[in-house]
């Protein structure tokens, strides 16, 4: 069984920037970052399918973060910029293959996750 592996959490001031990694990403079709906060359901934040040059982002994210994989390096990234409180939650890296020519945005059709990383931004 191959296993998701988050690196790259951390707390930040706002303004800040941090960037996520996840190894062993490269035999799944669809790759992507959740995020979850207390209370709140998990959300999709970038889905990016192998060899797609059009990764879907989240509406939050407004231009914000850039979502990348390597699958020559087996990694998949989140470089995440200019970082507010309302970003606060952990992070899950997520992959499975989709059925459909397109990845789904849903966290229930994701079988294969992460242990999660956590994301802090402070005021």
């Known amino acids: 069984q191959v296993h998701l592996v988050e690196s790259g959490g951390g707390s930040v001031q706002v303004g800040g920037s941090l960037r996520l990694s996840c190894k062993n990403t490269n035999i799944w079709k669809c790759t992507a970052w959740f995020r979850q906060a207390p209370g709140t359901e998990r959300e999709a934040v970038a889905i990016?399918?192998?060899?797609?040059?059009?990764?879907y982002y989240g509406n939050f994210v407004k231009g914000r973060f850039t979502i990348s994989r390597d699958d020559a390096e087996n990694t998949m990234s989140l470089q995440m910029n200019r970082l507010n409180p309302d970003d606060t939650a952990m992070y899950y890296c997520?992959?499975?293959?989709?059925?459909?020519?397109?990845?789904?945005?849903?966290?229930?059709?994701?079988?294969?996750w992460g242990q999660g990383t956590q994301v802090t931004v402070s005021s």
């Open positions: 990016i399918k192998r060899g797609d040059s059009g990764p």
């Open positions: 997520a992959a499975d293959d989709s059925p459909r020519p397109w990845c789904e945005i849903d966290a229930a059709r994701y079988a294969n």
